[in-house]
């Protein structure tokens, strides 16, 4: 089979499409036949060797829908593996498809039994293969971590990315307020597309928090770090939420004194249980949600696919299609 493989570090250019073997399932495994799949910016990360626990050579890629081989059932994958009977918090030695497995970037990949779904009927495989690691973790961050409810106002900083994509797109399905904020006005006029309520921009205006109400806020979705949680401390109610899954600036140093003084919530949260991705699903099937897609690459051109995440241009997520 036609699998994209890593064999050294070094960046996105040293993927390259090799002849595989099939992948054998062990006991409790199945096989998929892999129709669609989608990058993350961990694929980005793990060529740059900017993750933990890198094994070469590897065939990257979490997210995936395909046809089981044995029944001809169209199924989307759930990458978790191993989180473990804690709904809260997984084991620590849970890991994620992609790496140090063998993943989805290839013409079969073998998985546990207990992670392939039924795709849901009103997605192509393109849109099944593009939900479920930033689906995931966006639903856990909404509404596992940050109890998002309707009528509430939450701020999703620097839209564009996957997983603030979802987040806006699940906000809006439940009938919360969406405040979005992004360095490109393009981005902007997307996430308006998708319900954005009001949209910042962060490059045009450093000071964009000051356009914000005092308490306006209940609860923050970030991944950006750096300045941003600084200035979404004072826009979050008394008794709010920042719920932080990612730290992709740099590090933060906050204020303390609106933490203690406003009573607010600071979570910690990555990727989501056997449960976030059955609630995902579920609300994906019920509203009909569609995720927002940036470009579709065939298999071969995964160098350009993996580019394309790395200057962070893309607004959704970024598809393969596997021959």
């Known amino acids: 089979m036609k699998a994209v493989r ?19 399932p062990s006991e409790g495994e199945i096989l998929v036949r892999v129709r669609a799949a989608a990058f993350n910016r961990r694929d980005v990360f793990i060529t740059q060797g900017l993750y933990p626990g890198i094994s070469l050579p590897r065939t990257l890629g979490s997210d995936g829908a395909g046809i089981l081989e044995e029944s001809g059932e169209e199924v989307v994958i759930d990458p978790m ?54 689906g995931l973790t966006a639903y856990r961050a909404a509404f ?6 309707t009528g509430e106002t939450v701020l999703i900083p620097g839209i564009g990315g996957g997983v603030q994509t979802f987040v806006l797109l699940f906000a809006k399905a439940v009938g919360a307020r969406a405040i979005v904020t992004s360095g490109s006005e393009e981005k902007l006029a997307r996430a308006r597309e998708f319900g954005a309520d009001v949209t910042l921009d962060y490059a045009a205006d450093p000071d964009w928090h000051k356009r914000l109400k ?17 200035k979404a401390l004072g826009v979050v109610r008394l008794g709010g939420r920042l719920v932080i899954y990612g730290g992709t600036r740099v590090e933060s140093t ?8 406003n009573h607010l919530d600071i979570r910690g949260t990555s990727m989501g249980s056997p449960a976030d991705f059955r609630g995902m699903l579920d609300l994906i099937t019920k509203h009909r949600l569609k995720p927002a897609i940036d470009h579709a690459y065939p298999l071969d051109r995964a160098v350009a696919a993996a580019d394309r995440m790395a200057t962070a241009q893309q607004f959704g997520k970024i598809v393969l299609t596997v021959p």
């Open 214 to 230: 005092r308490g306006e806020v209940d609860l923050v979705v970030d991944s950006s770090g750096g300045d941003t949680l600084n």
């Open 144 to 149: 596992t971590r940050g109890e998002l409810r």
């Open 81 to 134: 593996l191993g989180w473990g009977d804690d709904p809260h918090v997984w084991l620590a030695n849970a890991s994620i498809l992609g790496m140090p497995h063998d993943g989805t970037f290839a013409q079969y990949v073998a998985v546990p039994k207990a992670n392939v779904y039924p795709k849901p009927a009103h997605l192509s495989m393109e849109e099944a293969a593009a939900i479920p690691l930033a």
């Open 6 to 24: 890593l064999h050294e570090i070094g960046g996105p250019q040293n993927l390259q499409v090799d002849d595989v073997a099939l992948p054998i």
């Open 254 to 261: 906050v204020r303390l004194f609106p933490i203690f003084w």
